[in-house]
Every structure is written in structure tokens, then in C-alpha cells.
């Protein structure tokens, strides 16, 4: 009842899997992460954890101009946020009313001090004890310190996640199900990050409601909010520069303008100090008076530095080459040295053997912090961030010139120009990362390249995943004509990846066509794109309003012309909403709308039909009708509607649109047949559904592992009926596990499914004695059950209260215990 799939662009984004319930410990159990472009999965960025041993940071007096504001290097005593670590020590103690597996968020703009805060709290928690584990995003080889089991003396676990809201949303997922997380003992997570939106609110929720994980979160304050408190700290960071600087002066030390409140962050003011203690031996020399002239001078600095080496022959490169090389390792780096020489021929610095003197000249002036990588990028990062804005043309700072050459590098990184696909997938994942992150403070960066490469290629909006998608659609002129350039790019179907932003953009271009056409059938048609959107993000209050819009659009369409066309439009909103209101619980009225459908369609599908198109809407309109009259205990007539889509998504051409209806119609008239007693006839049937949805799950697990999931709890309920308890547990032990990792996804969407199948598997376990199991997933269900119940109790509230039978009758030790049969069914795929 919509196009053929095949006929939508395939995405590039990331694609998400595991092998099992890692979250719970599980041996073995990694999750797994890739870029895809289209079917195929190209690299595997995978995260590294690293023990964070006391370091002894390099001597100051060896550090150039820029590198004494890197928070690595500890140069500035550390000062204040004595509130936030008072907070920090007692988030750490262990104590019997808080739990031991705790996460907490810190989120602040760049340069307010989030690294040296933590930095600062990790020294804390190794003095008392506690292991300390650093998280990165790059992959690399392994820590063996890192992959070994708890020291015997060790309080407990802390991990430090630094730029959590520039991880993929699958790569933070894995390492949240890092059995190193879950061993015995406390382990807290530190997440600092620049900004809060989908990524945590998707996270927050999964960590709490599937993880269960206690988590936490506070936005940093300015270090510095009123200028008494800056000027004070601006003449701490002075006086501690000065004895680093050569020929530097304190007394001749200028205090700027500090009435911005830019200066309340700590980096700003440590470079407000750096940069007036650097000019403070010549009195000739203008003092720069806003942050970006300060970084315009540092970064002339840089400039000097490069050509002192190529003066003293540390280096061999020019300055031109060196620069490019620069803002490659900020779009880019760090990376593996193969990747290293792609991008530097990629950014265009010469012949290949100029391409690797480049990269080592480059490594000699930003040695690598790590072994065998290449292209370390300009620190402290915000340093970086202002040398990669100030390069590109359309800035209005006139005493830094930008590039003429940057927007071809980044033009080239952006496309993966010349590179293997594994390596262009990651550097333009990497580089469109930086350069929106960059874009939203600098929107000449935006105008300049990011924009016009968005529109120039809109397929590369999904590159980076669902996160940075959210960040370009914040963009402010990005308008409804390069959203509706991006929109066929997005996963045509469910991806747990891009499900909420999808919905976002997707409503956006709705209200704007809507404004525009008059036309019942286009808005019928716009109703029901924005309501699949919602479903599958899991609004199902929302989902169901588009649906009435759309039903009301269809009828309205068909009394201004009777045709196939909308008739077949009215039927297909009809069959939708059927959808909406069974997943609302609202049985009797979801049957009335498919069954007005498949009468609407049934004269069509007999006419001439070149293209099948009607004749598929009839099966998937049957199969809806199948599982309504189900749902009202009709089942004779639920049966002859689901051996008729059978029939239907059996007969023509197969592919893999024919496939996933097959399956779907056999998983739900499985049910029917076993509520007509039939249960080795409907243990076969959902095998063959089964089958069929491993296949195609194995090709695009993002998208049809839901739909293995309610076939495997169908298998499992089978597997019961006929007495085959144990099949029926392990059936249900692997829905569960999928469905587990679909709710780290997107809880909204999954949850109330995996409430159902753990409510299964429950009273399997109860059957074979594992009485305390069985006690734990019910009550685990009825939590889920509780909170949606709280938001809708109409519609959850008989879910609840057979839970609560059931677990009411384990505590009385009854047997046998009041076993429900939660059936799921399998939705239509195209609903």
C-alpha cells in the first residue's frame, strides 16, 4: 500500500547489531557498529577503553605558546567549582540507598572547563581507590590494562566519556553494554558533553529503563560569571604564564575588556591571560581585544612555529603545505597512518612522496599522542575549532586571512575524494562531525561549505548518523528546500538510528506542503508519511491524530473524484489507522477501519493492474484484517482473510517487499491457527516466518530484527502450547535480547514489546521451576507496564492488572500460575 522500497534511495548512515545481551554480562556478547552505504557495511569505528595512570605532564617550559592552554598539560593550577566537586565525591560514594551502576552527565560549551573538572575528579577517585578508565572514540589496539578483569583492591569502576554527544548513538549504546560496566562492584560513568538533545534523551531514558543504571546530569556554570571573580583569575593565570613566557613582563601586563560574558569560561580567560602576558614585552604591541582576535594570535604563533623548524631543518615542508595539512588532522584526525596519507592526498599537497614528507613533517610539529597514527589535530580543541573557521573565506576578521584553498579541502574530504570506501565512509562521518559542530557557533562556516555541500550532495546529511542529522536541521538557514533534499535519503523504513530526527524533519516539511496544497489527496498523502514517521519513532497518540487527518483527507478526495487512485489512497489511510488504534488497544474500531479497507480495495484488485500495486495493498490490508478479527476472538473469519493474504504475497515476482509480507502474513495467521487449536500446524507456519525474517534480518538488521523479534515470542508461545517449555524459554530468551537492543535504540517504540515477551517467558520459567527468574521478568514488565499506564491508563490499564494477578499469585507460590499469552503478531511491514 505504498512505493516498492527499491524505489527510495538507499541511506548512508550507521547500522547497528549485537550478538547478544552484553548489558547483562553475557560472555562473549559484543555489540557492533558500522557505517553503511546502502547494504553494505564498510568499517567497524569502534570505541577503546584505556586506563588513565597518573601521568606526569610534559616539563611547561617545553611547551609552545598554544600548547600551556591544553588542559592536558595542567599548566594553570586548578581553581573553583568547588560545589561541583563536593557534588562528584558524594555522586562516587557507595552507599546502600544508591545504586551501583551510575551515570552522570556534564554539559557545557566548549572551554568552560568540563575536561579539567574531570580530569580533576578522576585524580579524586584514584586516590580513594576507585580504577579509572578513559573512553575513546577512535579505535586503536586494545589496553591490555584495560581488558583485564577488577583488580582485588579496587573500590570500584570509573569511566570518563569525553564528547558524548559526538560518539554514534550505536557506539555509546556498546559501550554502555561493555561487560567491563557490568562486572561486580560500583562503576560510575562521567559523560561531559557540549550539548544536550536527542542523543542524551534517548540515552537517559534506555539507561534507566533497560540498563538500570540511576543517571544524573547538570549543566556546567560559567567558572567566572561576574567580573570581579574574572579579573582575579585572569591575574592568577598572568602571573603562573609569566614565568613560562620568555621576555614576558607582569607588570606591563594589559587587563582586557572582561565585561563579556564569553570571558566567564576558563579557557577564554586563560587565553585573554596567555595572549596579554605574550604581548607584555613591547609596548608597541596592540593588545587583541576580543576571543577571536586572541585566537587569530595564537594561531600566528602556530604559523611562526611551523617556519622556525623549516628554518632550523625539523621540518622540510612549506607553510602552505603544513596548513593544509593542519586542517585535514581537524576534519580528520587522529587516524591510522594508510588513512593519514588518503586524506593528505585527498586535501591535495602533492605527488605521493611529497604526501608522506608532509605527514611526517606534520607529525614532528603535533606529535601523535598515540603509536602508529598520524595527523594529531590543534589543541586545545576550541583553538582548532577558530583555526578551522578562520581559514575558511566569508569571516568579517580582517587582521587573519582566510584560505582560498579551504573550501576545496573540505569539499574533497566531505565527498572522500580518491579514497577506499571504508576510509571515505569514516573521514566523511569525521569531517561533516567537526565542521556542524563548528557551523553552529561560526555561520560563515555554514554559508560557506557546509550548506552548499549539504545541498550539492544531500546524502551526505545522513553520513555522520542520526545525532549530527539533529545538529544540521538546528542550523539556522537551513530551510524547508534542503530539508525536502535530505528527506530521500533518510531510511525509508524504521532505523533505530534516525527514527527521532526523521519524525522532526519529516514534520517540518509536512506543515510547510500542507500550508501549500489544497488538495485532499496530496494532503491525505502528506498525513500518512508524517504518521508512519511518528509510529515508528514510537508516538502512537500522534501517529493516530495523522491517521484521522489522513482518513478525513481519503474521504474527502474520493467524494471530490471517484478513481482506483483514491479509493485506493482512502483505503490505505483506512488500513493505517486500523494500525494506530490497535496499538491503542481499540480492538472493535481498528477492525471496523480494515474492514472497510479490504472493501475498498477488493473491486480494485480485479481490474487491470500492470504493476501489482493494488494487489499488494489487498494482502496487506487482509493480513490487518486477519489480525483484527483476532483480536475480537472472530477467528474463523481471522483465518480466511490471513490464508488469503497468504495466497496473495505468495503469488508473482518475489523480492524482498513480497518477502517481508509473507512473513508477516504466516507469523500472524500462526496465532490464528493456534487459536483454533491447531498447534503443531501453527508452530510450522511461524517457522517459516521465522526463516524467513532471519534472512532478510541477516541483510539489514536495523530494520527487520523488530519484526524477527515478534516472530520468535509467536515461536515461543507455540513451542508452550505443545508442551515444549524449554524451546519456548530459549524462543523468548532471544526476543527478549533483541528486543533489549531495540530499547536502547528507542524505548518509546520497543518497550511496551518487550514488556509482552518478558511477561512470556515468565510464565515459561514458572512452568520449569526457575521460580525466582520467573518473579524478576514479570515484575520487570510490570514496571514497563506501570509507567506507560501512567501516561495512558485507559488504554494499558488490563495489561497491568493481569501482570499483577500473575505476579500476585507468585507470591502466594500458586500452581499452576495464571499464564496470559501476550501475542504480538507481526504489524504489516509497510504500516
Same mark, same amino acid.
Given at each position: 500500500?505504498?512505493?516498492?522500497?527499491?524505489?527510495?534511495?538507499?541511506?548512508?548512515? &550507521?547500522?547497528?547489531?549485537?550478538?547478544?545481551?552484553?548489558?547483562?554480562?553475557?560472555?562473549?556478547?559484543?555489540?557492533?557498529?558500522?557505517?553503511?552505504?546502502?547494504? %553494505?557495511?564498510?568499517?567497524?569505528p569502534h570505541y577503546r577503553l584505556t586506563v588513565l595512570a597518573s601521568e606526569v605532564p610534559r616539563p611547561a617550559e617545553t611547551l609552545r605558546l598554544a600548547e600551556l592552554l591544553d588542559a592536558r598539560h595542567r599548566v594553570v593550577r586548578f581553581l573553583g567549582r568547588d560545589e561541583e566537586q563536593r557534588s562528584l565525591r558524594e555522586w562516587l560514594t557507595v552507599t546502600g540507598a544508591r545504586s551501583d551502576r551510575a551515570v552522570q552527565l556534564i554539559h557545557a560549551p566548549g572551554g568552560q572547563g568540563k575536561t579539567r573538572l574531570a580530569d580533576q575528579f578522576a585524580e579524586t577517585a584514584r586516590t580513594a581507590g576507585w580504577e579509572v578508565l578513559r573512553a575513546h572514540r577512535e579505535p586503536g589496539e586494545p589496553d591490555r590494562a584495560a581488558t583485564r578483569g577488577p583488580r582485588p583492591t579496587?573500590? /570500584?569502576?570509573?569511566?570518563?566519556?569525553?564528547?558524548?554527544?559526538?560518539?554514534?548513538?550505536?557506539?555509546?549504546?556498546?559501550?554502555?553494554?561493555?561487560?567491563?560496566?557490568?562486572?561486580?562492584?560500583?562503576?560510575?560513568?562521567?559523560?561531559? !558533553?557540549?550539548?544536550? /538533545?536527542?542523543?542524551?534523551?534517548?540515552?537517559?531514558?534506555? *539507561?534507566?529503563?533497560?540498563?538500570?543504571?540511576?543517571?544524573?546530569?547538570? $549543566?556546567?556554570?560559567?567558572?567566572?560569571p561576574d567580573p570581579d571573580t574574572r579579573e582575579r583569575l585572569f591575574h592568577t593565570a598572568a602571573a603562573r604564564f609569566a614565568t613560562l613566557v620568555p621576555h614576558s613582563r607582569i607588570d606591563a601586563v594589559r587587563v582586557p575588556d572582561l565585561a563579556d560574558p564569553a570571558f566567564g569560561a576558563a579557557l577564554s580567560l586563560q587565553l585573554a591571560a596567555l595572549v596579554a602576558v605574550a604581548v607584555s614585552h613591547d609596548s608597541t604591541l596592540r593588545m587583541p581585544s576580543t576571543l577571536v582576535d586572541m585566537y587569530g594570535y595564537l594561531l600566528d604563533r602556530e604559523v611562526g612555529h611551523w617556519q622556525q623548524l623549516l628554518a632550523g631543518h625539523a621540518v622540510t615542508s612549506a607553510a602552505e603545505q603544513l596548513d593544509r595539512a593542519v586542517l585535514a588532522a581537524m576534519l580528520a584526525g587522529p587516524v591510522p597512518y594508510d588513512v593519514g596519507r588518503a586524506i593528505l592526498r585527498c586535501a591535495d599537497v602533492g605527488e605521493p612522496g611529497r604526501v608522506v614528507e608532509v605527514l611526517a613533517n606534520h607529525s614532528t610539529c603535533y606529535p601523535p599522542r598515540q603509536t602508529g597514527w598520524v595527523l594529531e589535530p590543534l589543541q586545545p580543541d576550541r583553538l582548532g575549532e577558530a583555526y578551522l573557521a578562520l581559514a575558511i573565506p566569508g569571516h568579517r576578521w580582517s587582521s587573519y586571512a582566510p584560505r582560498p584553498w579551504a573550501p576545496g579541502v573540505v569539499r574533497a574530504l566531505l565527498s572522500g575524494t580518491g579514497m577506499a570506501a571504508p576510509q571515505a565512509a569514516r573521514v566523511r562521518a569525521g569531517a561533516l562531525t567537526v565542521l556542524v559542530e563548528v557551523a553552529a557557533g561560526w555561520r560563515h562556516v555554514a554559508d560557506t561549505v557546509v550548506l552548499p555541500a549539504l545541498r550539492d550532495d544531500p546524502a551526505l546529511a545522513t553520513a555522520a548518523g542520526g545525532a549530527v542529522l539533529a545538529k544540521i536541521v538546528d542550523l539556522p538557514d537551513v530551510d524547508v528546500d534542503l530539508l525536502a533534499r535530505i528527506e530521500p535519503f533518510l531510511p525509508p523504513r524504521r532505523h533505530i538510528d534516525f527514527d527521532n530526527v526523521a519524525r522532526e524533519v519529516v514534520a517540518r516539511l509536512t506543515a510547510d506542503r500542507l500550508s501549500r496544497h489544497p488538495d485532499p489527496a496530496e494532503r491525505a498523502r502528506l498525513h500518512i508519511a508524517y504518521g508512519r514517521r511518528l509510529a515508528t519513532a514510537g508516538d502512537r497518540e500522534a501517529a493516530l491524530e495523522q491517521a484521522d487527518l489522513a482518513v478525513a483527507a481519503g474521504e474527502a478526495a474520493v467524494a471530490a473524484d471517484t478513481s482506483a487512485e483514491t479509493s485506493t489512497l482512502l483505503a490505505l489511510a483506512l488500513h493505517l489507522r486500523a494500525h494506530r488504534l490497535a496499538a491503542m488497544n481499540h480492538y472493535h474500531a481498528a477492525l471496523a477501519n480494515a474492514e472497510?479497507? %479490504?472493501? #475498498? #480495495?477488493?473491486?480494485?484488485?480485479?481490474?487491470?493492474?500492470?504493476?501489482?500495486?493494488?494487489?499488494? =495493498?489487498?494482502?496487506?490490508? *487482509?493480513?490487518?484484517?486477519?489480525?483484527?478479527?483476532? +483480536?475480537?476472538?472472530?477467528? @474463523?473469519?481471522?483465518?480466511?482473510?490471513?490464508?488469503?493474504?497468504?495466497?496473495?504475497?505468495?503469488?508473482?515476482?518475489?523480492?524482498?517487499?513480497? $518477502?517481508? /509480507?509473507?512473513?508477516?502474513?504466516?507469523?500472524?495467521?500462526? %496465532?490464528?491457527?493456534?487459536?483454533?487449536?491447531?498447534?503443531?500446524?501453527?508452530?510450522?507456519?511461524?517457522?517459516?516466518? @521465522?526463516?524467513?525474517?532471519?534472512?532478510?534480518?541477516?541483510?539489514?538488521?536495523?530494520? &527487520?530484527?523488530?519484526? *524477527?523479534?515478534? =516472530?520468535?515470542?509467536?515461536?515461543?508461545?507455540?513451542? =508452550?502450547?505443545?508442551?515444549?517449555?524449554?524451546?519456548?524459554?530459549?524462543?523468548?530468551?532471544?526476543?527478549? /535480547?533483541?528486543?533489549?537492543? #531495540?530499547?536502547?535504540?528507542?524505548?518509546?517504540?520497543?518497550? *511496551?514489546?518487550? !514488556?509482552?515477551?518478558?511477561? +512470556?517467558?515468565?510464565? &515459561?520459567l514458572w512452568q520449569l521451576g526457575r521460580r525466582a527468574e520467573a518473579f524478576h521478568y514479570n515484575t520487570e514488565a510490570e514496571e514497563i507496564f506501570d509507567r506507560w499506564g501512567g501516561a495512558n491508563p485507559q488504554a494499558y490499564s488490563l495489561h497491568l492488572r493481569h501482570l499483577r494477578e500473575n505476579i500476585a499469585a507468585m507470591r502466594a507460590k500458586q500452581s499452576p500460575v495464571d499464564l496470559r499469552r501476550w501475542e504480538l503478531g507481526a504489524q504489516s511491514f509497510n504500516s
Open positions: 500500500m505504498n512505493r516498492d522500497p527499491s524505489d527510495v534511495p538507499a541511506s548512508a548512515g &550507521y547500522v547497528v547489531t549485537n550478538t547478544g545481551g552484553a548489558w547483562a554480562d553475557a560472555p562473549g556478547s559484543v555489540a557492533i557498529s558500522g557505517y553503511v552505504d546502502g547494504d %553494505v557495511i564498510l568499517g567497524l579496587t573500590v /570500584g569502576l570509573l569511566v570518563l566519556v569525553d564528547y558524548g554527544d559526538w560518539w554514534p548513538a550505536s557506539d555509546l549504546r556498546a559501550l554502555f553494554t561493555d561487560p567491563r560496566l557490568h562486572r561486580v562492584g560500583p562503576v560510575r560513568v562521567l559523560v561531559l !558533553a557540549r550539548s544536550v /538533545g536527542y542523543w542524551w534523551q534517548a540515552l537517559r531514558h534506555w *539507561l534507566r529503563a533497560t540498563v538500570g543504571m540511576t543517571v544524573g546530569e547538570f $549543566e556546567l556554570a560559567p567558572l567566572a472497510r479497507a %479490504v472493501e #475498498l #480495495l477488493t473491486p480494485l484488485a480485479g481490474a487491470a493492474d500492470e504493476t501489482g500495486s493494488i494487489q499488494w =495493498a489487498l494482502a496487506e490490508a *487482509l493480513d490487518n484484517l486477519a489480525l483484527r478479527l483476532s +483480536n475480537v476472538e472472530s477467528h @474463523e473469519k481471522a483465518e480466511a482473510a490471513g490464508r488469503r493474504a497468504v495466497e496473495l504475497f505468495s503469488g508473482g515476482r518475489r523480492s524482498a517487499r513480497s $518477502e517481508r /509480507g509473507l512473513a508477516g502474513a504466516l507469523t500472524n495467521l500462526a %496465532v490464528i491457527e493456534a487459536h483454533q487449536g491447531r498447534g503443531a500446524q501453527a508452530l510450522a507456519t511461524v517457522r517459516r516466518a @521465522e526463516r524467513i525474517w532471519r534472512h532478510l534480518s541477516d541483510d539489514e538488521p536495523s530494520v &527487520y530484527r523488530p519484526e *524477527l523479534a515478534l =516472530a520468535l515470542n509467536t515461536v515461543s508461545l507455540r513451542h =508452550a502450547e505443545l508442551g515444549q517449555v524449554s524451546a519456548a524459554v530459549a524462543a523468548a530468551e532471544e526476543s527478549a /535480547g533483541i528486543f533489549r537492543d #531495540l530499547v536502547r535504540a528507542n524505548a518509546l517504540a520497543f518497550e *511496551l514489546d518487550l !514488556a509482552a515477551v518478558l511477561a +512470556n517467558l515468565s510464565g &515459561y
